[in-house]
């Protein structure tokens, strides 16, 4: 893929494979009218390219080559550029669902000059006809993708340019740092003036605050984007299992009172509270010499390594155990919620101790036989993954790790530009780090991004958006 492909016309099937109500063929490009002339011919004999922008027409496809015959009947939509999803002529054609219409509709189209798009490639002619910008378009994957209301609000906040904005107000005060440190190169017999030297100062910390502002956003933005990887652990027979259907609603693992039962670890999707969550229930960690629980504890513990949270399950009515004493020193210092189960049976568990070995850990009791405590175990949860990052409020949120980095290089040389005003550096010290700044914000919004960065990003996108 490169830039000049805009030259092109191309052609994808929309919606998703398999049985369904429509499937849509769409077409962008300089000849999508030309060849929806070819290939539709409407009941009064009217041609695509005399139809008016955003109007919907009946018709029939049809295959010239086989005498006219009728491929499918369909509903045809004009959008002509620049007023469209990728500033080009656009035409959608709504077949009957399933794959043999689409399919024939797509063939026709290419055989009348239309070329098959890549993935993502509506949406990359967008951004290259400068429709949206890069942010934006890794927006639009995102707004696919989201499980949740609050991925969905992340994703919907950055498509609609809330992200763009804060970038291009950053960079807008950095080109003017950059201007006026420039203007002294030009005159190098005048260093930077006193007073204009403490403006540069102000500015560049002021910069340097935002982006660090920005970038402290990210551990939520990463959670609603990519879900959290939450792991039930703990030894056999405490209720791990029972806890995992429990938070799933329904009873996808095998529960039962004979220690080892889960063997494997297996993962699931939750929506908590808005957060989406990978939840995984793991085999019980003890000593075994059985080679297949063995194999089990092995995954529970390469899990358990992974985990962005624990929920180490202890159980109320056994005494604090030697496994229960390792596991909790696997968990170690990982972000973790004790949860003592079995709080309907008789207590054994020592609190004193357990104190001495969590210390000030978020300890909750529940029963999950008993439905108790269920709502606070939820609440304890998503506040624990919240914890330290802002509520959900306003402003733009960082929630990409490209957009991280580059966000961070950024930073980090606005900070020594802060630095070398500070110090009295020559001025062409400053503005090579300056520049830097400058190019690494400019990246993220998709200027002077390299063409194999944009295959990358629009690689991920499925065919047709
Ligand atoms: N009384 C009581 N029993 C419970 C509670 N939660 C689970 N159990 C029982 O404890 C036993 C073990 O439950 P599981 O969920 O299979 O335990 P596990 O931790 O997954 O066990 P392994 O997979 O063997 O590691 C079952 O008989 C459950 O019914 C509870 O809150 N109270
Ligand atoms: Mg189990």
Redesign the pocket.
Known sequence: MNRLDTEDTIVAISTPIGEGGIAIVRLSGPDALKIADDIFISRKGAKPSKFKTYTTHYGHIIDKSQGKKTIDEVILTVMRAPKSYTKEDIVEINCHGGVQAARRVLELAVKSGGRVADPGEFTKRAFLNGRIDLTQAEAVLDVIRAKTDSSLKVAMSQLEGELSRSINAIREDALNVATQVEASIDFPEEDIETADKEELIRKTADIAGRLKKLLDTYDEGMVMREGVLAIIC?K????????MNLLLKRDRVI????????RDAIEEFINLRGIPIRLV?T??IAETKNILDGEGVKKSKSYLEAADICLL?LDGSTKIEKPDLDIIKLVGNKKKLIVV?????ARKLDAKKMKELLGDANIIEI????KKNIALLEKAISEIILAGSFSQGEGAIVSNARHKALLDKSRRCMLSVNKALRTGAGPELISIDLKEAIFNLGLVIGKSVSDDVLDRIFEQFCIGK
């Not at 056999?236 to 806890?243: D, E, F, I, R, Y």
């Not at 189960?341 to 049976?345: A, F, R, V």
């Open positions: 703990g056999p027979n405490v209720g791990k299992s029972s806890l529960v039962s009172p004979i220690p080892g039962t889960t229930d085999a019980g399950v189960n079995k709080s309907d049976l029963s999950v036989e008993k």
